[in-house]
């Protein structure tokens, strides 16, 4: 008998480790056919992505990695699969809209299934949704200038493919990905913030106070307990506080903390101004938080150690110096119907005593209507008139038919003379932007104490002028404030340029967090808010083109 037949212990083995050899040659077989079927179904389903700007970053991405899948392999997803999912499903946080992410999507494919297709569709479907995302955080929703033509977003240094791979490789998805967020204190601020009225309205809200009489300090009103309420659900009154019926020091403190975080008289006079700002709905305060750290993805990633910057909304400028405000002052912006933009540019000089060049669109649509009521209005006022169809000459202003130009046949160039009418007042201040506007001083005093001061063609007049430009010029031993008020009050405009050049950021904040951590509001008095919220409404959803329609043309500014 064959002691080492088939029947045989040592038959028995020899068959159990040629199967084994022959499964694990089918198997090993198998994984390299699966792992060599997963670049090619990328190819083939990347070749059918819709053709936006996400397909070619997605190309790119893909083919500096030789189409070597990014979150899977042939046994399934990678746990940061799973961490990525978490992070869009958090976007909230930072005012983004989580519905805006395939997160149903995303999860039914982290489901059974692991088909070469099945992958390969999990895993474009999680570049495309980082890289989105990453877009959303680091760079805003929409195109601004395509939404309205007085809106600007600085250009965006941020490598999103690279960031795809960093994040990828970085062992911690989430940290890699925060980084893309504006790095700005303020931002991260108006952030928290944003967490905490969404946690004051996850435990109810806060009650609206009924209408009724003015509410004075010392009154009784059955109101005032409501309105006690309303101000400790905002934290402008601590908790504990007499819950009585009259409107006592400590409720009448509170809202004037109240008043001055909305921009109104702090006069502690629950009138209609102030009603109307205490029952706005906590959910539109939480949307114009949100609203505001949009536009915060619209500055540079870098805003300067040392920058000016205007609210439009609020009617303020402030000079910001290692991190810290080192000046504020009050002032008028754009009117309603030609506001202020929102841009980022760069101080790069000031002019002493200006000579304002009349814009074409005042000359047309103001000064000329004021010729035609009075002829001696350009005389009066230091205005000489140019001709300049041909060669550029000063032309004598009687000899112009005034009543027979129109806003189409106008050829004429304005340019006042320096001197208490200029509305530049004793010093401009000069940045490059498309819109033609500046930082000026004005004549015009009494419109600093207006509540409301949009009363411009979108230049920033200021009241404090002589301290910003002395602030400007400090670099210089050779400026004073003493040598700047001088130069502002001269009849001949005096150039100074001003090396290095100072950031400036004209913006747009109805709502932000002070350096002290206190949340201000104020109104939307463009109607910016009301617009941003309808473009971000109406945008692409995930895998569409966001706008990018070219924006048309400002409105020339000045005064």
Request: glycine fraction near 8%.
């Amino acid at each position: 008998m064959n002691r080492d037949g088939p029947q045989s212990p040592a038959g028995t083995a020899l068959l159990a480790r040629t199967v084994l050899l022959v499964v694990a040659a089918l198997l090993t077989g198998h994984r390299a056919a699966a792992a060599q079927a997963l670049p090619d179904r990328l190819r083939e389903r990347l070749s059918a992505e819709p053709r936006d700007p996400l397909r070619l970053l997605l190309e790119r991405f893909y083919a500096e990695r030789a189409y070597r899948p990014a979150w899977v392999s042939d046994s399934g997803p990678s746990p940061v699969a799973g961490e990525l999912l978490g992070v869009i499903e958090a976007a909230g946080a930072d005012g983004l809209d989580p519905n805006d992410y395939p997160h149903a999507a995303i999860r039914a494919l982290l489901g059974p299934g692991r088909a070469p297709d099945t992958l390969a569709r999990l895993d474009l479907l999680l570049s495309r949704t980082l890289l989105a995302y990453g877009s959303d955080l680091s760079r805003g929703r929409i195109d601004p200038a395509a939404a309205d033509s007085a809106w600007t977003a600085a250009p965006r240094p941020v490598d999103l493919v690279g960031a795809l791979a960093t994040a990828l490789d970085s062992g911690s998805l989430a940290e890699a990905l925060a980084r893309l967020a504006p790095p700005h204190p303020r931002y991260g601020m108006l952030r928290r913030a944003l967490q905490r009225y969404r946690d004051v309205a996850a435990h109810g809200g806060w009650p609206t106070v009924p209408a009724g009489p003015e509410l004075v300090p010392d009154a009784r009103d059955a109101r005032v307990a409501v309105l006690r309420a309303r101000l400790v659900g905002d934290a402008d009154l601590a908790p504990g506080e007499d819950t009585g019926e009259v409107y006592d020091a400590a409720a009448a403190q509170a809202v004037r903390r109240f008043q001055t975080r909305h921009g109104l008289e702090p006069d502690a006079v629950v009138g209609a101004a102030t009603l109307a700002a205490l029952n706005v709905p906590l959910e539109a305060r939480i949307r114009q938080i949100e609203l505001n750290l949009e536009r915060w993805r619209w500055l540079p990633r870098w805003v300067g150690g040392r920058y000016v910057m205007v609210n439009s909304a609020a009617f303020t400028l402030e000079v910001v110096d290692s991190a810290r405000q080192v000046m504020t002052m009050r002032a008028i912006v754009g009117r309603p119907d030609w506001p202020t933009p929102i841009v980022s540019a760069q101080i790069t000089g000031l002019i002493f005593s200006p000579v304002w060049n009349i814009p074409r669109a005042i000359a047309v649509e103001e000064v000329l209507t004021l010729v035609r009521k009075d002829s001696l209005y350009l005389e009066r006022h230091g205005i000489t008139v140019f001709d300049s169809t041909r060669a550029v000459r000063q032309v004598d202003p009687r000899t112009v038919d005034w009543a027979a130009i129109t806003g189409d046949s106008f050829s004429l160039e304005l340019k006042q003379a320096p001197g208490g009418d200029n509305p530049l007042g004793g010093v401009k201040i000069v940045f490059g932007s498309r819109f033609n506007i500046c930082i000026h001083d004005t004549p015009v005093r009494s419109l600093f104490d207006k509540r409301v001061r949009t009363f411009s063609h979108g230049c920033i007049r200021i009241d404090r002028a002589a301290d910003l430009a002395t602030y400007l010029l400090q670099d210089s031993v050779r400026w004073t404030g003493d040598s700047v008020r001088a130069r502002m009050t001269r009849s001949a405009e005096e150039v100074v340029a001003l090396s290095p050049p100072i950031p400036v950021h004209l913006t747009y904040w109805t709502a932000w967090v002070d350096d002290d951590g206190t949340v201000e509001f104020r109104d939307d008095v463009y109607g910016w808010d009301a617009k941003l919220a309808a473009g971000l409404r109406s945008r692409a959803r995930l895998g569409r083109p966001r706008i990018t329609a070219p924006p048309g043309r400002p409105r020339p500014g000045a005064g």
